[in-house]
Nanobody, 116 residues
Framework: QVQLVESGGGLVQVGGSLRLSCAAS????????MGWYRQAPGKQRELVAV???????NVADSVKGRFTISRDNAKNMVYLQMSSLKPEDTAVYYC??????????WGQGTQVTVSS
């Protein structure tokens, strides 16, 4: 079993920056995909960005050019650097871990609020 712990959320003004971190622990498979989803009030959870162990990324169009995903395989960490934040980025951000053929693991979520 894998556990995910997020950190780094908070309140920021429009145009500001935040960095989210997620630490994975437990029975980690090397061939995994990690990343971030988010869920705003009244909306479905949506992909923000994911990254494979080899560094291949999939980034939502809504955040391209503003958000950067990275990972440290040695530390089992994934990061999301968020810049030029907009009010519509306000959501709970969930860390994501997936291995093909196995159940997805989610973190507990961290709130990001962008004030105008």
């Amino acid at each position: 079993q894998v556990q995910l712990v997020e950190s780094g959320g908070g309140l920021v003004q429009v145009g500001g920056s935040l960095r989210l971190s997620c630490a994975a622990s437990g029975s980690i498979f090397s061939d995994n995909v990690m990343g971030w989803y988010r869920q705003a009030p009244g909306k479905q959870r949506e992909l923000v960005a994911v990254i494979t162990r080899n560094g291949v990324t999939n980034v939502a169009d809504s955040v391209k050019g503003r958000f950067t995903i990275s990972r440290d395989n040695a530390k089992n960490m994934v990061y999301l650097q968020m810049s030029s934040l907009k009010p519509e980025d306000t959501a709970v951000y969930y860390c994501y871990y997936n291995v093909v053929g196995r159940a997805t693991t989610w973190g507990q979520g961290t709130q990001v609020t962008v004030s105008s």
